[in-house]
């Protein structure tokens, strides 16, 4: 029993406490100074113990997203490997009335099988397009694709590329184009008709092919190969037209029969196993379809040509300066024409065809069966939608014009959304392959070194684990 005033033991006969005479109460009244006492102990007890902190992340706790985030599975290409990203919450929820144009490129990238453009801006990719050069950075910027030219891939760039030359090579051949026919209208000098010709067919599809080099980063594509697929691929491509459209039906699907025979052109050309990017089946495909339409336009010019001057010369009774100048003005409009809407048709359709091909393939040799992979054929049909959609005037001699501006706009926009998925894929592919090098470099290093190699010491650094 303890007193309730100074908390003094005190036996059970005590009426009063020893120490400050205050009277023994009730045992109840006991109870309660004996717990008060045993508080007071506790609490000099924690005083006198010394002051601890916790400390952060322990007790460990199951691992999770961090705050405001959700995970996000992530495969760059169809067969590649995946990989868990944490994303913002809202960029992955369903946005409400996302209207009509986003469900048409939604159900795009769904049979592209493409993902949604990140960190793209037309704005950005042609910022470096102006900026002034020396001869020798032009020099050094083409001299790729050999063995001792092409960059280790640890080095390669994997954002989006900013391309500028193809701008510079446009420029020319247009600036040649209109030097040749200022000429020819000053001086009447027929023999610039092919130059003037050659000048208009080639520029564009060019300038093009050069563009989606640019976006090659790889780097591992030679000027020489891009010249034998531009001459040979274009060539064999037209010449297999040219037979396909004997038949009365082929004739009628130019979608189908110009499609197939660019992509085996492109086939019969790169058939090594030793361009294993998907950026490199884009580049080969640019390169066929730019001989393609480069050849094809020149047919068209002379088409306009020879004609007009028939009729100027028959028809119309013109003198022979006179009917040479009609006709090259109008084959300088078919020209002109056709430059314009060339970066919206073959290039970038067979880009696309060879683009999912390769998707395919990668590392492997050609294989007939590559061909009925649905990851390549559901892509396939994109080009060959778009290819026939532009053509729609063949079977439908009838189309009102509009309409006709109208399908050539929605075709080359989707053409190009489709084509610059298939570029950030092939971006993510070979950022894939930078990070397997890595891994693969630090396993090799520690199994060399032994366990704990990875803690890299550099003088005058802090070792890291």
């Known amino acids: 029993m303890f007193c309730a005033k100074c908390g003094t033991e005190c036996q059970a006969e005590y009426k009063f406490c020893r120490s400050c005479g205050a009277p023994v109460g009730s045992s109840g009244q006991a109870a309660a100074a004996t717990q008060a006492v045993q508080a007071a102990a506790a609490v000099s007890v924690a005083q006198a113990m010394p002051v601890t902190q916790p400390v952060a992340g322990w007790p460990p706790t199951a691992p999770g997203p961090p705050p405001g985030m959700v995970p996000v599975l992530y495969q760059a290409y169809p067969g590649g490997p995946q990989q868990v990203y944490y994303v913002p919450a809202h960029g992955v929820q369903a946005q409400p009335g996302g209207g009509f144009l986003e469900g048409v490129r939604s159900r795009i990238r769904e049979l592209a099988l493409t993902d949604k453009l990140e960190g793209f801006s037309l704005s950005e990719t042609f910022s470096e397009t102006f900026k002034r050069r020396g001869a020798d950075a032009v020099e050094e910027y083409v001299m790729v694709g050999s063995s001792r030219t092409t960059p280790p891939i640890e080095m390669v ?49 060019v300038a093009v092919l050069i563009f989606l080099f640019e976006m090659n980063t790889p780097r591992n594509v030679s000027v020489v190969v891009l010249g034998k697929l531009f001459i040979m691929g274009g060539l064999a491509a037209i010449c297999a037209v040219s037979f396909e459209y004997m038949n009365t039906i082929a004739g009628k699907l130019p979608g189908v029969v110009e499609e197939t025979a660019k992509l085996a052109a492109v086939l019969l050309v790169m ?91 990668l590392d492997k040799p050609v294989s007939p069966s590559m061909l009925l992979d649905p990851r390549f054929l559901k892509t396939f049909m994109i080009p060959v939608a778009m290819h026939t959609l532009w053509d729609a005037s063949v079977v439908f001699p009838k189309i009102p014009g509009l309409l006709n501006i109208l399908l050539w706009i929605g075709t080359g926009l989707t053409t190009w ?44 650094a802090v070792p890291v684990a």
């Open 271 to 361: 058939r090594s196993a030793r361009y294993k990017y998907e950026l490199n089946g884009i580049l080969f495909g640019t390169a066929v379809g730019a001989g393609f339409a480069a050849f094809e336009t020149s047919y068209y010019g002379l088409n306009a040509f020879l004609p007009a001057l028939i009729q100027g010369l028959v028809q119309q009774g013109m003198q022979a300066q006179q009917a040479f100048t009609a006709a090259t003005q109008t084959m300088v409009d078919s020209l002109v024409l056709r430059g314009i809407l060339a970066p919206f048709g073959h290039m970038p359709w067979t880009a696309i065809a060879a683009g999912a091909f390769w998707r395919v393939k």
């Open 157 to 205: 760039e994997t954002g989006w590329p900013k391309p500028w030359m193809f701008f510079r090579q446009l420029a020319l051949f247009a600036v040649a184009f209109a030097v040749l026919y200022a000429v020819f209208k000053f001086t009447g000098n027929t023999p610039l008709l092919p130059a003037i010709l050659i000048m208009g067919a080639f520029a564009v599809p």
């Open 417 to 460: 959304y489709v084509l610059f998925g298939l570029i950030q894929q092939g971006l993510r592919q070979v950022k894939d392959e930078q990070k397997q090098r890595l891994q693969s470099t630090l396993a090799d290093v520690e199994a060399t070194l032994g366990p704990g190699a990875r803690a890299v010491v550099v003088p005058g």
